[in-house]
């Protein structure tokens, strides 16, 4: 399939990946053992257009592209899953925004963003996951402000982030038409950071439990009607969920191309294992699952950008396909490696544990299924 990329996202490809070879690759195993957010790499990104890719030219970006950035997100991937989160949540976090926002908003918000102001998502909470529709932080409103309460877990950069778009119910009695979107600025509407996970895998990439305790959000903040804030939320995973498709395509292809090194190295038995036929096997059904990935990321993206009207369901499957064959390319790479693949000498380790996520976050693969089979009876 012809996705027909342009010179331009060409062009911003191959200068991530310079930056990834140069400045990101070194780095990924350390980011993993001290568990540190790269400041580096952020400013690195910052300061070479990355994090202006998910905005058009005209709110200060260089794309608004989802092939773009998925792109980019595939290339970081690669190397460091972490890293690769940095542009993804800058995104998702833009993305509310952009769907949703005034002109005045977008023209006001934007701006700051592309040039690297931090951005995060804020909907997920102790008792409502996969139930999003059960959120219990409200906002209330008091003349030309809300005034905000409640948690959010499980919230990508939530420390960081100097803007964060929160999603809090506005009507108690309405279910999913009572919630509600607004952007806060840390400046003028701070919010609290309780704790950090410590997790499994992208360990430098840091998700935060956040507490809102009287946090007054201006009007002029809000996102949309008051009760259009679910139809936000749902719209933005259909566009953000094609991002963690290329993030789990990335991994793979990180892990393969390493496990595909080693067994061409790694002499046993008088040969290299790469001719044994087992290995062999493992090695093309790893190609052939990474490239049948690559096709539906890059089908989802391309329908994102296209505004289609079966985006829902195939974003749902890019990220359900992408994910589940970055768990096993993953998992096979390391048995590649036999005992060495186990240890975290060998990059494969951290990329297993890495991709796990893909499967969980941005809806798990279960509710992918849910939203996919939706689809097709309707």
Request: proline share 4%; with cysteine.
């Amino acid at each position: 399939m012809d996705f027909n990329f342009s010179d331009e996202q060409l062009a911003i490809r191959d200068t991530i990946r310079e930056l990834v070879q140069d400045k990101v690759a070194p780095r990924a195993a350390e980011i993993d053992e001290k568990a540190e957010y790269p400041e580096d790499i952020e400013r690195l990104f910052a300061e070479n257009g990355v994090l202006a890719i998910p905005f058009p030219e005209r709110y200060g970006g260089i794309s608004g592209s989802s092939v773009t950035i998925c792109m980019g997100v595939e290339e970081i991937a690669r190397a460091c899953a972490t890293s690769s989160l940095i542009l993804a949540v800058q995104a998702l976090g833009s993305y509310p925004i952009l769907i949703a926002g005034t002109e005045e908003q977008k023209q006001r918000l934007c701006p700051p963003l592309a040039q690297g102001r931090i951005c995060a998502y804020a909907l997920s909470e102790p008792g409502s996951g996969s139930d999003a529709a059960s959120l219990r932080t409200t906002a209330k409103r008091y003349g030309n402000e809300y005034v905000l309460n409640g948690t959010k877990i499980f919230c990508t950069h939530g420390n960081i982030a100097d803007t964060l778009v929160v999603f809090a119910r506005t009507d108690p009695e309405a279910g999913s038409r009572g919630i509600t979107a607004f952007v806060l600025e840390r400046e003028r509407s701070p919010w609290q950071v309780l704790k950090l996970e410590h997790k499994m895998g992208i360990r430098g990439s840091p998700t935060a439990l956040l507490a809102f305790d009287e946090v007054r959000v201006p009007v002029e903040n809000r996102l949309g009607d008051e009760g259009y804030g679910f139809k936000i939320a749902l719209a933005v995973l259909d566009r953000s969920r094609p991002g963690i498709g290329a993030q789990a395509l990335g991994i793979a292809e990180g892990a393969f191309k390493y496990a595909l090194g080693y067994a061409t190295e790694r002499r046993q038995f008088g040969q290299p294992i790469a001719a044994f036929q087992a290995i062999q096997f493992m090695l093309a059904d790893m190609a052939t699952q990474i490239e049948a990935a690559r096709h539906l990321v890059y089908l989802a993206a391309t329908k994102v950008d296209e505004g289609a009207p079966d985006l829902t369901k195939v974003a749902a499957m890019a990220k359900l396909f992408a994910s589940d064959m970055a768990m096993k390319v993953t998992t096979d790479a390391v048995q590649i490696l036999g005992g060495y693949g186990y240890i975290r000498d060998y990059p494969v380790e951290r990329m297993m544990r890495d991709a796990k996520i893909t499967q969980i976050y941005e809806g798990t693969n279960q509710i992918q299924r849910v939203v996919i089979a939706r689809r097709l009876l309707e």
